[in-house]
């Protein structure tokens, strides 16, 4: 059985620039969940998506956007990148649209300069 | 809002010994659910321990037991017979609607040999 898998580990971005963040959720999960934790801080949910459509966001602009694919593998796009979007990314897959069985990839850093 | 609060940013704890994490949490909700993560170096997020509100019973995983305190909204993680692998970032979260879940700001523990 695959876990959770995300890509690239790291990346640097220019400010102003958009960023395409990319996660396999863990095999026959339909439910993938990102979430943005800042240095020092908690994760904070962005949004989440259940069979391609996204039934559920956090406190984030529209420029954070995704998509969910057949395969159940989901990009996070974020647009006019700010030097606060500087973060772990985590992505995370669940059997269904409980989130109590979640399963954390290992997160995308990424800079902003 | 719902928020999570950790006020031991770090804990230090000798190996064989026991070690308290603090967690409290703010919410109007009757129904809602509980979780400690791990996040060891590698960054990747770790389930630890979930607890029900509806369930008076305390949550215990081997090692791992909860005192959860509905009416103090409090949730403290007790880490028995610690180990060096338990040195690491943990994590309180709430979660009560489908598809939000709350972390702390998490807590670091150090554990000595």
């Not at chain 1, 069979?51 to 559920?56: D, F, K, M, Q, T």
């Not at chain 2, 704890?13 to 996040?39: G, M, P």
């Amino acid at each position: 059985e695959t876990g959770v898998t995300q890509s690239p580990t790291h990346l640097i971005k220019t400010r102003g620039q958009q960023v395409t963040l990319r996660c396999s959720s863990q095999s026959g999960h339909n439910t993938v969940s990102w979430y943005q934790q800042a240095l020092g801080q908690g994760p904070q949910f962005i949004f989440q998506y259940y069979r391609e459509e996204e039934n559920g966001r956090g406190n984030f602009p529209p420029r954070f956007s995704g998509l969910q694919f057949p395969n159940y593998s989901s990009e996070l796009n974020v647009n006019a990148l700010e030097l606060d979007d500087s973060a772990l990314y985590l992505c995370a897959s669940s059997p269904g649209e409980n989130t109590n069985e979640q399963y954390f990839g290992p997160g995308t850093r990424l800079t902003v300069t | 809002a719902q928020t999570v609060t950790q006020s031991q940013p770090e804990m230090s704890v000798q190996e064989a010994e026991t070690v308290t994490l603090s967690c409290t949490y703010d919410t109007s909700e009757s129904d809602y659910y509980l979780f400690w993560y791990k996040q060891p170096p590698s960054r990747q997020m770790i389930l630890v321990i979930r607890q029900e509100a509806y369930k008076q019973q305390n949550a215990t995983e081997n090692r791992f037991s909860v005192n959860f305190q509905k009416a103090a909204k409090s949730f403290s993680l007790k880490i028995s017979d610690s180990q060096l692998g338990d040195a690491a970032m943990y994590f309180c979260a709430y979660r009560s609607a489908p598809h939000d879940m709350r972390f702390g700001a998490g807590t670091r523990l150090t554990v000595k040999p």
